[in-house]
Antibody
Framework: EVQLVESGGGLVQPGGSLRLSCAAS????????MNWVRQAPGEGLQWLSH????????YYADSVRGRFTISIDNAKNLLYLQMNSLRAEDTALYYC??????WGQGTLVTVSS | EIVLTQSPGTLSLSPGERATLSCRAS???????LAWHQHKPGQAPRLLIY???IRHTGVPDRFSGSGSGTDFTLTISRLEPEDFAVYYC?????????FGQGTKLEI
């Protein structure tokens, strides 16, 4: 059974950083591209970033390019999202997804002073 | 960048009724790489349809997708109580993998 479990969310001040993790199991992690998607309070789903098999190519939404970095550790079956220069508008539930056909339950990021 | 516009924003129906949700793209979706996802509060999103009309594994056959080019439809033939949720269409042909703004299906 495919399982994706996000972690690393929490409360952070504006301008701060967080690193989200997504632990994958139940499939050969290196065979699939992965994505991060978020949902801000009261809003819809927003795609953020994509990483291909073995770490490339990578793509970002305009709203996070230059601030967020996606990466993978195939040896540990982990997907990451390093988030820097966080803003209030980055407050959201962050999901990892395998090719959009399997999703995690999400981890909540709150950016507030 | 393709913009996906879903209508209606909210759809109020009863169990047993038929639901028709629309998704219109600002330009043609390449190779019909159009997906539909169901999202309930507190749960992970769930892929229902990909390739505009192919049901994902385990999705009941009351869910069907149709359309091509710029106009797509998700139909739920007979609503069950568990179908009341928010539905998103998505273009996954190339980044950015845009989502529509969602249609809330409510009782």
């Amino acid at each position: 059974e495919v399982q994706l479990v996000e972690s690393g969310g929490g409360l952070v001040q504006p301008g701060g950083s967080l690193r989200l993790s997504c632990a994958a199991s139940g499939f050969i992690f290196g065979d699939f591209e992965m994505n991060w998607v978020r949902q801000a309070p009261g809003e819809g789903l927003q795609w953020l970033s994509h990483i291909g098999k073995s770490g490339s190519p990578v793509y970002y939404a305009d709203s996070v390019r230059g601030r967020f970095t996606i990466s993978i550790d195939n040896a540990k079956n982990l997907l990451y999202l390093q988030m820097n220069s966080l803003r209030a508008e980055d407050t959201a539930l962050y999901y990892c997804t395998r090719r959009f056909n399997s999703w995690g339950q999400g981890t909540l990021v709150t950016v507030s002073s | 960048e393709i913009v996906l516009t879903q209508s209606p924003g909210t759809l109020s129906l009863s169990p047993g009724e038929r639901a028709t949700l629309s998704c219109r793209a600002s330009q043609s979706v390449t190779s019909n790489y159009l997906a539909w996802h169901q999202h309930k509060p507190g749960q992970a999103p769930r892929l229902l349809i990909y390739g505009a009309s192919i049901r994902h594994t385990g999705v009941p056959d009351r869910f069907s997708g149709s359309g091509s080019g710029t106009d797509f439809t998700l139909t739920i033939s007979r609503l069950e109580p568990e179908d009341f949720a928010v539905y998103y269409c998505q273009d996954y042909s190339s980044p950015p993998y845009t989502f529509g703004q969602g249609t809330k299906l409510e009782i």
